[in-house]
């Protein structure tokens, strides 16, 4: 990478932001999907190394998931664990960190390729601040491995094809195969480069020499099986599945596109089954829990692309670009495609807008010397200044459960009591300030009861003398607000309504997690 100072810049800034996430990641606690995550790391892996036969004893549709990352993560947190004696919670976040720092990394390349370096720095720095994001790359080891491994692979295809390097290309492959294996969702690459580059390729039909444009055509396809053979070779070698039958990945593709979740979902006061759940729900979380800074300077990105199209300029970059979120949107529209978890199976295209919003604040700032030529440095200066103190702000207020944020717009409109709108706190990660407070606050020999997702506790350092115990000996009843999971016969059996909370941790004056003494 030439080291303009865009570059230095950015590298300064990614390091700062790995010293920041490393430093606050024991507020980050084990969320609902991770203890399942890491048992189908450590059934690969037995299965690797001859211990176990088959995969017969993974529970319900844990046999569909590629195990590539969770393999990875296994390996890398029992070495912390061993190596370092770093707590376990802790441990198996390391890792995710690391897939977000690197995605950031060949984000900012790629995009400074696309698009410029001015582009690709407010974008990688919006991404940064986004605070799902960032929440995400504490705890999230599907979809933010799967960001990391699917940079690397648009990078290498959209470079490859550009340079005409066969290594790039069949790299991409091997990577791409890595994602696939991680989570299959990264077929999404597939329309995303593939569709924009022959859409492009056509397009250079009318411009280009008929028997230039045939020979360029064949090395693309020639390109293009390269890549498909690497990948195929690839999702073959790293998943174990595989190696006794490998159209078990068809089998795997079509459980995730029809799959069913036994849960329900909080919607605008609500409570929906997955299959009444209205077309709204996904695009509505993406730009409910974008800030509204990113949400004008997005606008202005695309306002500044449809112009780039009109002049036919980086009509590829702009294809990839659209085709991004457009294939991913695509796929919601399927009759079985479930929704559920916010915006978190959306996180593959937030990069996307972030490009947009990058896009727009850089021609923004571009704009200054025109309106303002003797002030251009202090406008400009003041102008950087404020968005970044104010995505601070917003950041910071709902921190460390950025995984939970809600927008300016929609913090007005509910000033309080989000969480009975919306899955507020749907991922248990709060319970890490719960079993703090039991271990700091409960009473000798006490008990408590976990009426949800209380395998998360298994995975903390609570107090001998407490006992896990949801009887009429129940002394402390601790949860999470994701409403829909907790079981209804909770306040007849308790009453705890009746109550005041000796523990909560609320924002936005809304509850993320309670802890009532019913006795």
């Not at 009426?451 to 002394?475: F, G, Q, W």
């Not at 949860?479 to 009453?495: A, M, V």
Request: aromatic share 20%.
């Amino acid at each position: 990478m030439k080291k303009d100072k865009y570059a230095k810049i950015f590298l300064i800034i990614l390091f700062a932001y790995a010293v920041f996430s490393f430093s606050v990641m024991k507020n980050f606690g084990i969320t609902w999907d991770e203890p399942t995550q890491h048992l189908i790391g450590r059934a690969a892996l037995n299965y690797i190394k001859g211990t176990i036969s088959g995969f017969g004893y993974l529970q319900n549709d844990l046999v569909f998931y590629g195990p590539f990352f969770e393999m990875a993560n296994q390996l890398a947190g029992n070495f912390f664990r061993s190596t370092f004696h770093i707590d376990r919670v802790d441990a198996f976040h390391i890792l995710i960190i690391l897939s977000a720092l690197i995605g950031l990394f060949f984000f900012f390349k790629l995009k400074r390729r696309m698009f410029g370096k001015k582009t690709a720095f407010w974008a990688s720095i919006f991404l940064m601040l986004h605070p799902v994001f960032f929440a995400h790359s504490q705890y999230n080891s599907k979809d933010i491995p799967l960001f990391m491994l699917f940079m690397i692979t648009l990078f290498l295809l959209y470079t490859g094809f550009k340079e005409r390097k066969l290594w790039k290309i069949a790299l991409g492959g091997v990577v791409c195969g890595l994602m696939l294996d991680t989570r299959i969702d990264g077929l999404l690459i597939l329309p995303v480069f593939f569709g924009a580059y022959f859409l492009h390729t056509g397009l250079m039909f009318r411009s280009t020499h008929r028997k230039d444009w045939i020979v360029r055509l064949k090395r693309d396809i020639f390109f293009t099986a390269v890549f498909f053979a690497a990948t195929a070779v690839a999702v073959y070698a790293a998943w174990p599945t595989l190696w006794h039958n490998p159209l078990f990945f068809f089998d795997s593709l079509h459980y995730f596109l029809h799959h069913g979740w036994p849960g329900s979902v909080l919607y605008f006061g609500k409570t929906y089954s997955l299959t009444a759940i209205p077309w709204s729900y996904t695009i509505f979380f993406l730009f409910a829990t974008m800030p509204l800074a990113f949400l004008i300077f997005t606008a202005a990105g695309i306002f500044a692309a449809a112009r780039s199209i009109l002049r036919k300029e980086k009509l590829l970059e702009i294809s990839i670009l659209f085709l991004w979120p457009a294939s991913r949107f695509a796929v919601d529209l399927f009759p079985d495609s479930l929704k559920y978890d916010g915006v978190r199976h959306f996180l593959i295209v937030l990069p996307a807008f972030m490009v947009l919003a990058g896009w727009g604040f850089a021609r923004l700032l571009d704009k200054i010397p025109k309106y303002f030529p003797k002030a251009k440095n202090a406008v400009r200066a003041g102008l950087i200044t404020v968005v970044i103190v104010w995505s601070l702000v917003q950041f910071f207020h709902v921190f460390p459960f950025d995984g939970s944020y809600f927008n300016e717009v929609m913090q007005m409109e509910y000033p309080k009591n989000i969480d009975l709108q919306f899955d507020f706190s749907y991922w248990g990660e709060t319970y890490r300030q719960g079993a703090d407070w039991l271990n700091q606050n409960a009473e000798p020999k006490s008990t408590y009861c976990v009426p949800i997702a209380d395998h998360l506790l298994k995975s903390y350092p609570v107090r001998k003398d407490l006992t896990m115990d949801c009887s009429e000996k129940t002394e402390y009843l601790m949860f999470f607000t994701r409403w829909p999971g907790i079981p209804e016969s909770l306040e007849n059996e308790f009453h705890y309504r009746e109550k005041d909370p000796v523990f909560r941790i609320s924002k936005y004056d809304s509850d993320m997690l309670l802890i009532y003494k019913v006795k």
